[in-house]
């Protein structure tokens, strides 16, 4: 069951996908990690099978249930329901097997708002975003005395989903941006009205994409500080805990102080005079 404010996150070879709805595979398997109200969902490596691996094993598995289908139709089961579970075992097999074989990638999800990056540079901020959001939920456990878990995963995800927003909508600011600055080379006059409209909206793209690196920088920031000093805590207490116990065992040394005495000075002065006295012996004719 899908809860009403899950982030769905998953990365293929060619996008990023952020949905609140569960993703889907357009080709290949996945496995899905949960953490809080995030999902990350991770493509599988392909098996690496070929075409001539799946008819293999596609054709022993037919020959198995050949052989199966006719024990039970000699045991009273009609043919015809032994054949139609066989043929749908060998397509049901034959599917998966072809799905794993190919690398992973996921389908456009339905709702259009959501976000989906292909620019390489906002895939790869968004990743680091997502990482450093990994270390802030790491260190929850130390620190449930002090936050409420339930309301900072509610504010760590509002930050992932509006940031996927945020990138996805500074990678059209991109694209528009290549754009106009691609066709700044017309060679018409300064005062051409056409060269005056375009540099109007090269100074508005301009401007979003001021707008939009800000807002992402904002946000990532936020997610990073908030891993900094939760870190920083735990470390500190960690600290103040070595600090604590070396205290404690210091004062349990002072009360209980083991008495030392003269054994071992006398011991040596004992021996020195055995082998003086002994070396005395051999030296006499």
């Known amino acids: ?161 509006d940031l996927a927003a945020v990138m996805a909508r500074r990678q059209q600011v991109r694209r528009l941006r290549d754009e106009l600055g691609a066709a700044s080379g017309h060679g018409l006059p300064g005062e051409s009205p056409a060269a005056v409209a375009l540099a109007e909206q090269r100074d508005r793209v301009e401007e979003l994409w001021r707008e939009s690196g800000a807002d992402a920088n904002r946000i990532m920031a936020s997610i990073h500080a908030a891993a900094v000093a939760g870190e920083n805590l735990i470390r500190e207490q960690r600290i103040h805990e070595t600090a604590r116990n070396a205290e404690m065992a210091i004062a349990r040394l002072t009360a209980t102080g083991v008495p030392v005495s003269d054994a071992g000075p006398e011991l040596a002065e004992r021996t020195a005079a055995v082998i003086a006295a002994y070396r005395e012996l051999q030296a006499e004719p």
């Open 1 to 161: 069951m899908t809860a009403p404010h899950d982030l769905h996150i998953g990365a293929d070879h060619e996008k990023t996908v952020v949905s609140a709805s569960p993703l889907r595979m357009r080709t290949g398997r996945a496995r899905r990690y949960r953490a809080g109200s995030v999902v990350e969902v991770v493509p599988r490596r392909p098996s690496g099978r070929t075409r001539a691996d799946l008819i293999r094993v596609s054709s022993q598995l037919s020959l198995v249930l050949l052989v199966v289908s006719a024990l039970l139709t000699g045991a009273g089961v009609p043919w015809t329901a032994a054949a139609a579970g066989s043929l749908a075992l060998v397509a049901l097999v034959s599917v998966r097997l072809a799905r794993a074989a190919r690398p992973g990638t996921f389908a456009l999800p339905k709702d259009q708002d959501a976000p989906v990056l292909h620019g390489p540079r906002e895939r790869a901020a968004y990743g680091r975003a997502v990482a450093t959001a990994r270390r802030v939920r790491a260190t929850w456990p130390a620190l449930r005395h002090m936050i409420d878990p339930a309301e900072a995963d509610r504010g760590l995800t509002t930050a992932l989903r």
